[in-house]
């Protein structure tokens, strides 16, 4: 089991997390959609390069490390992980599971969107310490709830229930559906379902989704 304390230092067990997805432009606007998601009660931020290139990546890692050190960051590379980054950044997530973690923690693709759907994936990424995180089909398309609840409950039946393993969930989520999968998932990867557009989120969405993950 990955120790919550890993993702988030001081961050109590059971506690659910809201980790917003950036879309890198280039790195002013970066910074200005982190800062809009620590305002908004955010437990920390990804960036996602989605066709930037390795030095917009690099510059947005480093403008957010510079103006927001105290801020979770962690990097999902849709282009390939490049390990000088990891340096500056808490945790990486990939849509597929290699065949080793690049670092702690690992956010590792469990029958997620465009990955092999194969359920012999999961004891497998517990078993090596990934978290699994798993989607709905396609981009902002939500995961229907009864299969997400079945990941959970497989994940109860590897691991004992009573040290619950963390189970993240991305893709269609919004702040009016969020709620069907508290329950069963311990981290929120969202964008398309609290944005304006591709690169911007909508500060007042953003607010309500996070503040519906913690329970408040």
């Not at 403008?63 to 960051?73: D, F, K, N, V």
């Not at 690992?106 to 997620?112: A, E, I, Q, S, Y």
Request: glycine content about 10%.
């Amino acid at each position: 089991m990955q120790d919550p304390n890993i993702l988030y230092p001081g961050l109590p067990p059971g506690r659910k997390l809201a980790l917003p997805v950036i879309h890198i432009l280039d790195s002013a606007l970066s910074l200005k959609q982190a800062t809009i998601a620590r305002d908004a009660g955010a437990n920390g931020v990804f960036l996602c390069d989605h066709g930037a290139s390795h030095e917009a990546t690099l510059a947005s890692i480093l403008e957010i490390r510079a103006e927001l050190p105290g801020l979770w960051l962690g990097l999902n590379m849709l282009g390939g992980i490049l390990m000088s980054f990891a340096p500056h950044v808490r945790g990486v997530w990939t849509d597929n599971l290699p065949l080793h973690k690049f670092m702690e923690p690992h956010f590792g693709g469990v029958l997620f969107k465009g990955q092999p759907q194969d359920w012999n994936l999961l004891p497998r990424a517990l078993a090596e310490g990934f978290i699994p995180v798993t989607s709905g089909p396609s981009t902002g398309y939500p995961a229907p709830p009864s299969r997400v609840a079945l990941i959970r409950r497989r994940m109860d039946q590897i691991l004992d229930p009573e040290n619950r393993a963390p189970l993240a969930l991305a893709s269609g989520l919004t702040p009016q559906n969020v709620g069907d999968y508290r329950e069963n998932v311990d981290i929120f990867m969202v964008a398309t379902g609290v944005s304006r557009d591709f690169y911007n989120f909508d500060p007042g969405a953003l607010a309500e989704f996070v503040s519906i993950v913690h329970g408040e």
